[in-house]
């Protein structure tokens, strides 16, 4: 089993994507959702904790073998203390992309039998290093689609 290349190159799509949104925010930046959810600076800020310290630390672990036990990554918890919402987007678009480089470039990297290694994520079950770009798509989908309304909220500029 190799990386599914098209699966990677469209994980790298996503920094560029959050870049836009930031760019069309303007003074908006802070606003969260009137039904509840992340503001812009948030979903930055989530993207790049959790690309390093969830998926980042999960390659590593997975890639290293011995069936880890993966930690969920409570990014509610962690907006509210880290305050998001207080700090610079432009730092945290910074930290997202290298940090999704650096996962690309490390699952890029991975033999065929460290694909085949497997852990216990909380909150998920048992996955496989090869289910991670799945999950990653996943999760940046479901940020792409929370960007998409927030930002359908606004009027164009």
């Known amino acids: 089993m190799t990386a599914d290349q098209g699966a990677l190159a469209r994980l790298a799509e996503m920094p560029d994507e959050l870049a836009a949104a930031l760019a069309r925010a303007g003074t908006r930046l802070r606003e969260?959702?009137?039904?509840?959810?992340?503001?812009?600076?948030?979903?930055?800020?989530?993207?790049?904790?959790?690309?390093?310290e969830g998926f980042g630390a999960r390659i590593a672990r997975l890639r290293g073998g011995g069936a880890p036990f993966l930690p969920d990554f409570d990014g509610d918890r962690a907006a509210r203390e880290r305050d998001y919402q207080a700090r610079r987007a432009e730092e945290g678009l910074a930290l997202f992309r290298r940090a999704r480089q650096d996962n690309l470039a490390a699952l890029d990297a991975c033999t065929p039998a460290e694909w085949a290694h497997e852990g216990t994520q909380e909150h998920v079950g048992r996955v496989t290093l090869s289910d991670l770009p799945r999950l990653m798509r996943e999760h940046d989908q479901s940020h792409r689609d929370e960007i998409a309304?927030?930002?359908?909220?606004?009027?164009?500029?």
């Open 32 to 52: 969260r959702p009137r039904q509840g959810g992340f503001s812009l600076l948030e979903h930055v800020w989530h993207l790049a904790d959790l690309e390093r």
């Open 149 to 157: 309304a927030l930002l359908r909220g606004w009027p164009a500029s």
